[in-house]
Every structure is written in structure tokens, then in C-alpha cells.
């Protein structure tokens, strides 16, 4: 079972086979084969909600915050160093994916995620202490409170988790299929440079463009979201561990933070610093919200491409058909033949739902009542996804779409000489009122601005070629006769 999905077995307590663990409440039974304890069993049976656990990446980031945390703690001399050992040990193996069948905790939890918290504490306590029975100190028992969650709580750990994890997600997933997605948007708009084509404003023809223009609009608005990626590792940059509880850093020992966050920059070659305000780090969400947003303006941004290709597709026969999109499967199950823009729509679902995200986290953002966020996990979920399913999208639609794009030259020469809008060209000639009057002609009687201006008598020879070079409407100046 892969992390972010829950196990209906694992939702029953009471099994023939099984172990009994206790906490603070009492005894709790838990699955003999679990790696995990009391406090993540309780959670299992507590939060029988929907069926999404909490995802790999959050998971990573969990695994990575305690064996820095362990190792801060030891050169504090506050842990021993065989534990330590046994602890970083034990993280390596959460870090890896190797224990996410025992990460089974919904999303839908206690708003702390401090059943999250517990759930990596237990994890790496059982499999520490595992490692150390194989060595010569197998009298030395690791508490999942007192030594994995040392100088931390989960008040701080979650924060951090959730920083950790989206940059990670960020950096290795979004960047590089958006990079990929600009690129061959960019190429598409050199080989697509040739093309003249009618522009459309509100849906109606306008003036001509370039389908290469037209395609270089969409690779620049990946381009600037890439820019604002940059501001959101800039949000995440700051890690909320050592404010413990509720900001103060009650039990956590001066340099704990400074070093903890200094392994989790060298173990992801990341540059995290500690939060200016700890308080403002755990109480408030607003980095995590705004992170969302650019990840929503992203959605958006797709959306209208998708879009747009879907519409310079459509046909064959009764739409725009100026471009050809590549067949990747039959598009009807009773209409032979018919091939749909598929990847489009897949791309425009990615974004609808990347904008639900969106809402979930704003109104989740809003709710860090005085020293704590009360829903976290939620958000951590909802940004990952997002994250995850861009980084897929663009991705895909590249490959499967955007690569194998043809334009249909002799298609928008064809609708480019009836189009009525090439009429603005004669302004600077002939002026408003009569160029207005040419346009509405040509569109009543379906005929080429250049033949009605035959017809009329207006411009003859040089003068008509020279206004009515398409090619140069595409470029800034005045049309001259």
C-alpha cells in the first residue's frame, strides 16, 4: 500500500491478531504486524474519514525533520549518541518510502496533525528500537515522545512538514515540467512564426496574427509563472521548527533549530531558515495560502490554453480547424472516426480542480485561531495534490498534445481572406466611417476585403497591395498606401 491511501484493514482495533499497546488513555490493540502504537491506532479508529492518508511527500518531509532533529539534538548532547544513530537510521527508511503502509492516518484529523506527528514518532521508535536490539545497546529504549519527538511538537513539526514537502514537491516535480512545457510552447511559436492567421477578439475575427505570436503568448505566461514559483520557495523558506507548543520554544534548547534546519539543508540542498516570528509561523498560514494562489493564477493560466487549443482544433469540417492535434485514441464509442481533443480536457479538469484546492486552503488558512492553524492536514493535502497533478498536466500535455501540433496553413489563409477585420488597415487610408463600410459589405456578402475595394473602386495595383499585406498587420506601425 502506497502512502496517501488508508487500508480498510487497518481500521479495525480489534483483531485476532494482535498486540496490546498502551498510552495515556489506557490500553489500545493494535495490528500485531504494525509498526506503529497506541496514539496512531487511536487515530485510525477515530478518523474513519473518506479514504485519503497523508501523501508521500509529507511523509518524506516528516522523516527528514527527525533525523535532523536527532542529530541536532545529539551534538546538544541531550541524546545519546547511539540512539541518535539508531533514530537517524530508522528516518533514512521513512525518507526512502520504505514504512508508508504504516503512515495510514487520514487527512481528516486532529487540525495539529498531531496524529501525523505521533504516527512518524511511533514509526521510528518501533524500527529504532529494532536496531538497536541487533547491536550491543539493546537495553537502551527509544520513546517515540521523549527521544524521536525531542526538542519538537507537533505545533512546529506539521508547519515545517508542510514547508518542507511543497518546495521539495516544487523544485523536483512542477519546475521541471513547466520548464518543459515552456520550452516546447517557445519552439512551437519559432516553427509557427510563418503562419498568418485571423486574430479573434471576444470570439469574433479581428485583426491578423501570427500563429506564432498566438503561441508565444502562451509560452511567456508559463514563463511568468515560473517567476512566481520563486516567490513561493521564498514563502517556504521559513521553518516553523522551534517554536514547539505555542511559539515560545518551551523544552526546545537554544541552537536546536538553528542546527535541526541546518541538516535539512544539507540533506535537500535547500536553504530553509528559522522563522522570523514564531508565532506568526504557527498561528498563521498566509505563506501556504499565498503559495496556493500562484499555484491557482498557474491553473488558470492552463486552463486558458488548453482552451484555446481545444477551440483552433475543433472541427474538422464545421469549427476553426487552423491547427491539427495529434490522435491519441478514439474519441466516440458510436461515432467512428471522431477524434477529441482529449489531452485538453484533461488539462482543464487538472485546473478546475487545482482551483478547488485553492478554496479548500483559503478557508482552512483562516482559521489559525491565537497560537494555532487548526487544519493543516487538509492544507498539506490539498497544496500537495495541486502540486503533483500541474507537474503531471504539463507534462503530459506536452508529450501528448503540444509535441505533435500542426498547423493548417491553407486553413487560415483560407479564413484569413474572408475575415472583415483586415478592413482596419484601411483606416490610416481611407478612414473610419468608410473602412467600417468596406468590412460590413465584405461580411454581408461574404467576399475579401480586397475585393470589395475592387469593387467600390477605392485602391487599385500597389496602393492595395501595399495596405493589405497581412503579414505586416502582424507588426506595430501604421499600414500605408
Request: aromatic share 4%; glycine share 8%.
Amino acid at each position: 500500500m502506497q502512502a496517501g491511501t488508508l487500508c480498510d484493514g487497518c481500521r479495525l482495533s480489534m483483531m485476532s491478531d494482535y498486540r496490546i499497546e498502551k498510552d495515556s488513555l489506557g490500553e489500545v490493540h493494535v495490528p500485531s504486524d504494525a509498526l506503529y502504537g497506541a496514539q496512531t491506532q487511536r487515530a485510525i479508529d477515530n478518523f474513519a474519514i473518506g479514504d485519503v492518508a497523508m501523501p508521500r511527500r509529507f511523509i518524506q518531509a516528516l522523516g527528514m525533520i527527525k533525523k535532523s532533529a536527532a542529530q541536532a539534538n545529539h551534538a546538544l548532547s541531550i541524546l545519546s549518541e547511539e540512539k541518535a544513530k539508531a533514530i537517524d537510521e530508522a528516518a533514512d527508511q521513512v525518507v526512502a518510502g520504505d514504512l508508508d503502509e504504516h503512515f495510514p492516518v487520514s487527512i481528516y484529523q486532529t487540525g495539529s496533525g498531531t496524529s501525523s506527528n505521533m504516527n512518524a514518532n511511533e514509526v521510528i521508535a518501533y524500527v529504532a528500537n529494532r536496531i538497536l536490539e541487533k547491536g550491543s545497546s539493546g537495553d537502551q529504549r527509544i520513546h517515540p515522545n521523549d527521544d524521536v519527538n525531542m526538542s519538537q511538537s507537533s505545533n512546529d513539526v506539521i508547519p515545517t512538514a508542510m514547508h518542507l514537502s511543497a518546495a521539495l514537491a516544487i523544485r523536483e516535480e512542477l519546475v521541471p515540467a513547466m520548464e518543459a512545457l515552456r520550452d516546447e510552447l517557445e519552439r512551437k511559436a519559432n516553427e509557427f512564426d510563418d503562419v498568418v492567421k485571423s486574430g479573434r477578439t471576444h470570439l469574433m475575427d479581428a485583426t491578423p496574427v501570427r500563429m506564432g505570436q498566438e503561441f508565444s503568448g502562451y509560452a511567456s505566461q508559463i514563463s511568468h509563472a515560473l517567476d512566481r514559483l520563486k516567490w513561493a520557495q521564498s514563502e517556504l523558506s521559513e521553518l516553523a521548527l522551534g517554536g514547539t507548543a505555542t511559539g515560545t520554544g518551551i523544552n526546545c534548547p537554544v541552537g536546536f533549530a538553528e542546527k535541526a534546519i541546518a541538516s535539512i539543508n544539507e540533506l535537500t540542498g535547500l536553504s530553509f531558515t528559522e522563522a522570523e516570528n514564531h508565532f506568526e509561523a504557527q498561528a498563521a498560514k498566509d505563506g501556504i495560502v499565498m503559495v496556493s494562489g500562484i499555484l491557482n493564477t498557474l491553473a488558470v493560466s492552463l486552463l486558458k490554453i488548453a482552451n484555446d487549443i481545444r477551440h483552433l482544433s475543433s472541427g474538422p469540417t464545421s469549427g476553426l480547424a487552423e491547427i491539427r492535434l495529434p490522435a491519441v485514441q478514439p474519441g466516440s464509442s458510436i461515432m467512428p472516426g471522431k477524434v477529441n481533443p482529449v489531452m485538453s480536457e484533461a488539462l482543464m479538469m487538472v485546473s478546475a480542480r487545482v482551483m478547488g484546492h485553492h478554496t479548500t486552503i483559503t478557508v482552512a488558512g483562516q482559521h489559525g485561531n491565537f497560537q494555532l492553524n487548526v487544519m493543516m492536514p487538509v492544507m498539506a493535502h490539498a497544496l500537495l495534490e495541486s502540486i503533483g497533478l500541474l507537474a503531471d498536466g504539463c507534462e503530459t500535455f506536452r508529450k501528448k498534445c503540444l509535441e505533435g501540433i500542426e498547423a493548417d496553413r491553407e486553413r487560415c489563409r483560407e479564413l484569413l481572406e474572408l475575415n472583415p477585420a483586415i478592413a482596419t488597415a484601411l483606416n490610416s487610408v481611407l478612414g473610419y466611417d468608410q473602412a467600417s463600410e468596406v468590412a460590413k459589405k465584405a461580411a454581408k456578402e461574404k467576399k475579401s476585403i480586397r475585393t470589395v475595394i475592387e469593387e467600390m473602386g477605392l485602391l487599385d495595383g500597389h496602393d492595395l497591395d501595399a495596405v493589405l499585406n497581412v503579414e505586416n498587420m502582424t507588426r506595430p506601425g501604421i499600414p500605408d498606401a
